[in-house]
């Protein structure tokens, strides 16, 4: 006997619940655990960060002190420090001192630039478990899919049984059961390709998560037909970390622009020496305004003097303002493009649950009813196979379907909570 229809609240049920008898260890939640651990790009992200950091607290330090040892006033032809009463060893040590504020406009510069690299990693965070959501979704509907298409090719087969048996016994043609073999052979390898799609998006998913110990983990899809209510307001987007990020890279212009201004401001060194003078006694002279032996201390202070800057420190402030325009208007431009994605991934939301409650609500049902009809008028002899084969196919093609803007609305969803900037367990 022919099964008239697909179960279709069945492979509701299937959905829901996933595959739940053949569970393995890895689910959407551990592959995005994983992925945020072991993720290369990610890794190599969370270093550079690490790095900034570091450069950040260096950034304020004042220059390394100069030292230095020399020997002084030595005569030209015998080099001896115990000839001439000036002669002896220096040593010396000399700091150069920026002008106020000029540390404090660097560890600025370089904290805020810690800050942009920090606000990159969270958007490939989010980045990075849009995709695993995305492709988990992909791997899910192929999975369903080749359900759906052995649901099929087991009816296939209680058709072509079916028709043999009316051949065998004379009330058939042998073209129909030729048809009918070639409908199943086509079944099959359609089957082929599912599979193909599925290792593809599984591989995908491997790839984000950088673990080859998981390539031959058992994978649980899930699809879930209930979804939730897509939002008709703007949503907070605030959070976002590549608005943030905009927004931080127009404060490190801004602090960059308050650096430029204070090159114009002199750079002071200070700086102490004291000379070690050999004594020589044979050489003493009474009186004299010099004691011999005696060593002598030395100090100085000097300023840089900016006296170049309309070459240097006017257009280096110049290219500072013109950076602080560049960045707020790429600031404008970030908060413009997300507003408009987040529209349009509603609008999208919107479109996809309508679409599939319509499918619930009338095509699927309408194509079994039809399926059911041409069954039945297959059977008294009104309609050809042909006919019954092409309804058949309506059914599973509408399920597919709806299966394909199920998977759509949660990759639509992963997508517009990467684009509010909604963290991973939030």
């Known amino acids: 006997m022919i099964i008239r229809a697909f179960l279709w609240p069945a492979a509701v049920l299937i959905f829901l619940i996933g595959t739940k008898s053949n569970a393995g260890p890895a689910t959407l939640d551990s592959l995005i655990q994983v992925a945020l651990k072991h993720n290369s790009g990610l890794v190599a992200a969370q270093s550079r960060y690490q790095s900034m950091q570091h450069e950040a607290g260096a950034a304020g330090a004042l220059p390394d002190p100069n030292f230095n040892i020399s020997l002084m006033n030595m005569p030209r032809t015998t080099l001896s420090l115990r000839e001439m009463d000036m002669s002896g060893v220096s040593l010396g040590a000399s700091q ?18 810690a800050e942009v690299e920090a606000a990159d990693v969270k958007s490939l965070e989010n980045s990075i478990v849009r995709q695993i959501k995305h492709f988990y979704y992909e791997y899910s509907y192929w999975s369903f899919a080749e359900n759906l298409l052995n649901e099929n090719i087991e009816l296939s087969g209680q058709i072509i049984e079916y028709i043999e048996t009316r051949y065998g016994n004379g009330n058939g043609s042998i073209e129909e059961v030729v048809s009918a073999r070639v409908s199943e052979k086509e079944l099959e390898n359609e089957k082929i390709a599912l599979n193909a799609k599925k290792r593809a998006a599984l591989y995908m998913i ?30 907070d987007y605030s959070q976002n970390p590549m608005l943030m990020g905009a927004a931080t890279k127009y404060e490190v212009a801004r602090a960059r622009h308050s650096l430029a201004k204070s090159e114009y401001w ?15 006694s044979a050489k003493a002279m009474a009186g004299g305004l010099v004691p ?10 000097g300023f840089s003097l900016p006296l170049w800057f309309f070459s240097k420190q006017n257009k280096m402030t110049t290219a500072a303002k013109y950076g602080m325009k560049s960045a707020k208007a790429q600031e404008r431009s970030v908060d413009i493009e997300l507003k408009q994605s987040i529209r349009e991934a509603q609008v999208e939301l919107k479109s996809l649950k309508e679409r599939i409650d319509h499918y619930i609500g009338s095509i699927i049902p309408l194509s079994e009813a039809a399926y059911n009809s041409a069954h039945v ?24 379907e709806h299966l394909k803007l199920i998977k759509e609305s949660h990759q639509t969803r992963a997508y517009l909570d990467e684009l509010i900037g909604h963290e991973y367990g939030e």
């Open 96 to 113: 150069m001192i920026p002008w106020p504020g000029m540390l404090a406009a660097k560890s600025r510069v370089a904290k805020l630039g």
């Open 206 to 235: 491997f790839q984000l998560v950088n673990d080859t110990s998981m390539v031959d983990t058992a994978l649980v899809p899930f699809l879930t037909v209930k979804l939730e209510d897509t939002l008709n307001f703007l949503p």
């Open 266 to 280: 002199p750079e002071f060194m200070i700086g102490a020496s004291y000379l070690i003078r050999v004594d020589d």
């Open 292 to 301: 011999p032996g005696e060593d002598l201390l030395s100090f100085h202070f």
């Open 377 to 400: 008028a297959y059977e008294v002899g009104r309609i050809d196979f042909q006919k019954l084969l092409q309804d058949q196919i309506t059914v599973y093609n509408s399920k597919l």
